[in-house]
């Protein structure tokens, strides 16, 4: 793997044309989107080692969680071998995964929907400091749908822990071969995904305030620019429309 410093003109066309790649369903409708109408709603946690109470220590817990779900490095290698991240903020980010199924590789697209950095009131009279953001799938993505990671931290109590909301559906595929596979593997391996990337994420946060918080070296897929990996910059020529 050689490493590129700088985006190539055709690949900066390559992705802004990836960037303007639309949504494969309606975010100003996610209220709608409900078990009633035909989408799956889930819900995860998981604790984390607690704080003190007040605000989120610079190297504790809650910090921890939010380095660990900024870098992405949390999912289970399994089920996503590779992230690729363009020279983009987290605001704007787009993201091509690599999931394996069924024997096979698969290139999807995503694109960050929002950052959450913010104090929210508690119905007990609490507050909770929150930090998280939600990623949508794009065209040609094998479901259609949001989900979120947040990570919470009580401020009166110092519980911290974090929390995965998804709201999804199977989308549109062509090839009726992975439509079956999809349709009689996919919800498995979808709570398979949201459970160990939980896991995984809290075994993280617990070796980076074990070892002084050193990121962990192996604690997930690699992360780097599209630009540093070829095979995702070709996937992005084959998928992407013509500049």
């Excluded at 990836?18 to 889930?42: I, K, M, Q, S």
């Excluded at 995503?110 to 104090?119: A, K, L, Q």
């Excluded at 929150?130 to 990570?151: A, K, P, S």
């Excluded at 997930?220 to 995702?232: C, F, H, L, M, N």
């Amino acid at each position: 793997m050689t490493t590129r410093t700088a985006l190539t003109a055709r690949q900066q066309a390559r992705l802004a044309a990836y960037t303007d790649t639309g949504y494969n369903f309606d975010p100003e409708r996610l209220a709608d989107y409900t078990a009633a109408t035909g989408w799956r709603v889930d819900d995860y946690e998981t604790e984390l080692p607690p704080e003190a109470p007040g605000p989120p220590a610079a190297h504790g817990s809650w910090a921890a969680a939010r380095e660990v779900l900024r870098r992405y490095s949390f999912p289970p290698p399994g089920l996503i071998s590779g992230i690729f991240l363009p020279d983009q903020p987290l605001a704007q980010r787009v993201m091509v995964l690599q999931a394996r199924f069924l024997g096979f590789s698969f290139w999807f697209g995503v694109r960050i929907g929002g950052v959450t950095d913010e104090v929210r009131q508690l119905p007990d009279g609490g507050q909770e400091q929150v930090w998280g953001y939600n990623y949508r799938t794009l065209e040609g993505h094998f479901e259609r749908g949001q989900i979120e990671f947040m990570v919470h931290k009580n401020l009166r109590t110092g519980h911290v822990w974090c929390h995965i909301h998804a709201v999804s559906q199977t989308g549109r595929i062509r090839n009726p071969f992975y439509w079956i596979g999809f349709r009689l593997f996919g919800r498995p391996l979808q709570v398979r995904f949201s459970r160990q990337s939980l896991q995984r994420l809290k075994a993280q946060v617990e070796q980076m305030l074990q070892e002084g918080w050193q990121v962990p070296a192996t604690a997930g897929p690699t992360v780097q620019r599209i630009s540093a990996d070829e095979d995702a910059q070709e996937q992005l020529d084959k998928n992407q429309p013509s500049s």
